[in-house]
């Protein structure tokens, strides 16, 4: 039976029950470290007692608690934590949390994107942090994912155990109700916190918890074992799809592009499951079901000089809603969006044969600097670039480029079309167009690329290509090379 698999518990919930669910979870325990991330509520206070039932074992156990600093009690709720950890003899750590507030974004979304990333970055190497999420939770979780119209990563829900940081995330709750976890800490005469904001029905999950799922129980008993066993078939079934995308991605990839011979020769399907993983393996936000069907579709099958493209915007609401989602699934939080930023924007472009992904920026705005830079290289052998990076001329024993052939002052410019070099001795002077697509460089490289120009004549396309007139010959006593140093 694969982690995450049980129904329920075959015995009532406690420390025997729960010694047997980590044995499925994480191979080697009780010869694991672990760590419980406390709230001080009911479930995690039975999660806390159970393990610390367990200590004759040797179990490694410490906890900690997080202080967002949003709820008028949260010191009184860190004081009642310390005080459990100090009757149960477990060591905790308390840490404050600072939430960020972001235009349009939930200010709970937020602060789970704030505690994950905490505790992923308290996590010591091959702990085990383990999470008090009941069953009850999951049912929860799929019911809002099917409201908000998710795909199978949300129907998937949380995992039992997933890698989180340098160690996992455990969930050994799943296959418990919070009436199997009242009735044991209730029968151990342990106190917990009750947190009134549970009761305001402006957040979804309580009006869904409070209203809705009374009546669900009541018609359906079984519906919270029912719906977790519909979330472990998404996953499985989601798995099959990531392992099938990562297929077809080794096939279409060159370099950071896709083929769109390979994505023509997929279908429509197969092609948006490709997209996908593309585009979120980057840390991007995917786009929507409609854009995404453009880029599957009129944009792959545009005629080869169109050069389309489809753009998008990623609203900090949905960076964060992303993020809980990479949380839900155990995986480590990305970078938080940008504090105050204004949506980041994607954009995809087709370029003949190839599809390549950038975000929208100034380089991407303007397509490139207005005025062109005077670089005295003699005196200054690194050119700083508007958008970051810089240019390095260094003289070098065996370098490719004649030094005495260049004047003491060069110019950098960005592509403005019509370009050529000759790159080979006695060769025809060759189209950068031609010679940036022959190298596969992608779109949104060609318009940050810098030019070196000595008196108004194209000599090197930054360190990709020098012209042949700047060449040096066996005989040249100044060499040197030229280094592009892109933007991080």
């Known amino acids: 039976m694969a982690p995450g698999d049980s129904a329920g518990p075959a015995a009532p919930f406690g420390p025997q029950w729960l010694r047997g669910r980590l044995e499925e979870l994480l191979p080697g ?9 406390l709230s001080g509520g009911l479930d995690s206070t039975a999660l806390l007692a159970a393990l610390a039932g367990m200590r004759s074992d040797g179990l490694p156990l410490r906890a900690m608690h997080l202080d ?5 009690n949260a010191k009184r709720w860190s004081a009642h934590c310390r005080k459990l950890a100090r009757q149960l003899g477990v060591p905790l750590k308390v840490l404050s949390v600072q939430v960020p507030r972001e235009r349009g974004a939930s200010l709970e979304e937020a602060a789970r994107v704030a505690r994950y990333r905490c505790l992923a970055g308290q996590l010591r190497g091959g702990e085990a942090l383990l999470t008090a999420h009941t069953q009850d939770d999951q049912l929860e979780t799929v019911l809002l994912q099917l409201l908000r119209g998710c795909g199978l990563p949300g129907l998937a829900a949380m995992p039992a155990v997933a890698p989180l940081g340098p160690g996992t995330i455990a969930r050994p709750l799943l296959a418990c109700s919070r009436a199997q976890l009242e009735s ?21 999950r309580n009006y869904l918890r409070r209203r809705v799922l009374p009546l669900v129980r009541e018609r359906w008993p079984g519906a919270a074992a029912a719906v977790a066993r ?3 078939h998404a996953a499985e079934a989601q798995g099959l799809l990531t392992a099938l995308a990562q297929a077809d991605l080794e096939r279409a990839s060159d370099g950071a592009s896709l083929s769109v011979k390979v994505l023509r020769s997929l279908p ?3 092609r948006r499951n490709l997209l996908r993983l593309w585009i979120a393996s980057g840390g991007r936000t995917p786009p929507d079901a409609r854009r ?13 000089d169109a050069h389309p493209r489809v753009e998008w915007a990623a609203e900090p609401a949905r960076e964060s809603a992303r993020e809980s989602a990479r949380e839900s699934a155990g995986k480590s939080p990305g970078k938080s969006p940008r504090e105050g930023a204004a949506a980041r924007r994607w954009i995809v472009m087709r370029h003949a044969d190839l599809l390549s992904i950038a975000e929208r920026g100034p380089m991407l705005e303007s397509q490139a600097p207005a005025a062109a830079l005077a670089w005295d290289w003699r005196f200054c052998p690194r050119c700083a670039l508007p958008d970051g990076g810089a240019l390095e001329l260094t003289r070098e024993r065996h370098g490719p480029i004649d030094l005495d052939a260049l004047p003491p002052r060069l110019d950098v410019a960005w592509r403005r079309g019509g370009e050529r070099l000759r790159v080979r001795r006695g060769g025809p002077r060759r189209a ?15 318009a940050r690329l810098p030019l070196i120009l000595a008196d108004g004549a194209l000599i090197a396309a930054a360190d990709l290509w020098i012209d042949d007139s700047v060449r040096a010959p066996p005989e040249a006593r100044h060499r040197g090379r030229l280094l592009w140093r892109k933007p991080l």
């Open 268 to 270: 429509a399907d197969r």
């Open 230 to 232: 519909s979330a472990r």
């Open 292 to 304: 995404l069907r453009e880029i599957a579709g009129p944009l792959i099958e545009a005629r080869a």
């Open 29 to 37: 325990f009780p010869d694991v470290a672990v760590c419980v991330a």
């Open 432 to 446: 950068l167009k031609s010679l940036l697509r022959e190298a596969h460089v992608p779109p949104a490289e060609r």
């Open 184 to 204: 044991w800490v209730r029968a151990q005469a342990l106190a917990w916190i009750e947190d009134d904001t549970n009761r305001d029905e402006r957040f979804d």
């Open 68 to 72: 967002h600093g949003l709820h008028p």
